[in-house]
């Protein structure tokens, strides 16, 4: 282990025990007690819905929250996220109004907060220098903003990220594993100084967790950049994460940057060229995405139709649908191409492994004309660049080079 990274848990271990004890209750175990082997999070993070009311009184209300001693100025412009929003008010305040419900008040660096804040208001007062993500979507829009020095401590081991500079800022020791976001180290938190720990939706599976490091006075924003209905508006939340560094104007323009390839596909003719995004779980059974998931619609974008678009989970709690290996070959034995999920299974290297899972995709049109494909695994990771992934779905449906594609590979075929 990094010698900087033991000492700071040893540090962080003996105040946080010294906090334990102060509040007389039992300390817990900290979670990095001896060898810590953390899940390697490549799959996307399931969306856990918020009460029906609370949505529903969200996205009715678009009034500014009227904050006393603030003076309201002007919203955030958004193209494509629906899922936050950011009210600017004088001198530098700022609140981030986020899907479900959840209100921050940004407060400039040595500046007052101000009085008689309405309890339902979280304050964030920066600098936010000192973040605890355990959201993995987020990290690649902070790198993309050059803002990974904000970030101080991971949810995600270096073994687990897919995002380059992220996993050697831990492997040198500038970021710190503080534990999973199930099992963050309260002791680091605490020793760190967390101003922020930014959360995916899977903290609501263990809100006795959330409420643990909000008891600590840690702040919680839970992003759900995973809500939203448009690829680009994934990518749009670098806007907030922008607001939160004071780096606004460089998500902006790297935003736009990305918005302009797809919007170079908007007179495009669709080549009506069927597409199948899946993999091929241990028990046999084939995993799809349903017909609203966000790689249905950038497969729309790039000019193909998505083979299951009829497909809606009933369950409503996630976008991945399970079936059957015989229901999957009747809607896609004719599918024009397949592209296998390697962010979930391991990497296809030729036609002979697909088979190796079952031997009927010797049937399927696409193995037999050699359109089959492998998504990277660093696709779910890289919420910064969808632009790039919906240029690679263009190029892949128009006979582009494999070379000039971000994300996927060509399978090789029989040998």
């Not at 084939?286 to 000019?303: F, P, Q, T």
């Not at 034995?333 to 088979?355: F, G, H, K, Q």
């Not at 089959?372 to 263009?394: E, M």
Request: aromatic letters at 10%; glycine letters at 6%; one cysteine or more.
């Amino acid at each position: 282990m990094n010698v900087k990274i033991l000492k700071k848990r040893i540090c962080g271990a003996a105040l946080g025990l010294s906090v334990w004890a102060a509040a007389g209750i039992a300390a817990p175990i900290p979670v990095w007690a001896g060898e810590v082997q953390d899940e390697a999070l490549t799959a996307e993070e399931e969306p856990i819905s918020a009460a029906e009311g609370e949505t529903d009184a969200w996205l009715q209300n678009t009034q500014p929250p009227q904050i006393e001693g603030l003076e309201y100025q002007s919203a955030m412009e958004l193209d494509f996220a629906q899922c936050f929003r950011v009210y600017y008010y004088k001198d530098g305040y700022a609140v981030a109004d986020i899907y479900g419900g959840d209100r921050f008040l940004v407060v400039p660096e040595d500046m007052p907060v101000p009085e008689g804040l309405d309890e339902t208001i979280t304050v964030l007062q920066r600098p936010l220098n000192r973040v605890y993500l355990a959201a993995t979507s987020a990290m690649s829009l902070y790198d993309a903003l050059d803002a990974l020095d904000y970030i101080d401590m991971s949810g995600t081991d270096a073994s687990g990220w897919y995002v380059e500079n992220a996993a050697r800022a831990l492997e040198e020791g500038d970021i710190l594993f503080a534990g999973k976001y199930s099992e963050p180290d309260y002791e680091l938190l605490l020793e760190e100084e967390c101003s922020l720990a930014l959360e995916s939706t899977m903290i609501y599976h263990v809100p006795k967790v959330k409420e643990m490091i909000e008891d600590l006075g840690i702040p919680v924003l839970v992003e759900r950049s995973s809500y939203e209905s448009h690829p680009l508006g994934r990518t749009e939340w670098i806007k907030l994460y922008g607001l939160l560094t004071d780096k606004e104007s460089e998500a902006k323009a790297y935003f736009d940057s990305q918005k302009e390839m797809v919007s170079a596909l908007d007179d495009f003719t669709n080549t009506e060229q069927t597409v199948v995004y899946f993999y091929v779980s241990q028990d046999g059974r084939v995993v799809v995405k349903d017909s609203s998931d966000y790689i249905a619609r950038m497969i729309e974008l790039a000019g193909g139709r998505y083979a299951f678009s009829d497909l809606v989970n009933s369950e409503g709690k996630t976008s991945s649908v399970n079936m059957t290996m015989e229901d999957f070959y009747q809607t896609a034995v004719e599918a024009d191409y397949l592209v296998y999920n390697a962010a979930i299974d391991r990497t296809l290297e030729s036609i002979d492994e697909l088979l190796a899972k079952s031997e009927l995709f010797a049937d399927f049109k696409a193995v037999k004309e050699g359109n089959v494909w492998c998504s990277g695994k660093a696709l779910y990771q890289s919420t910064d660049r969808l632009g790039n992934a919906i240029l690679d779905f263009h190029n892949m449906l128009t006979g582009g080079e494999e070379s000039q594609m971000t994300f996927f590979t060509k399978v090789s075929g029989l040998s």
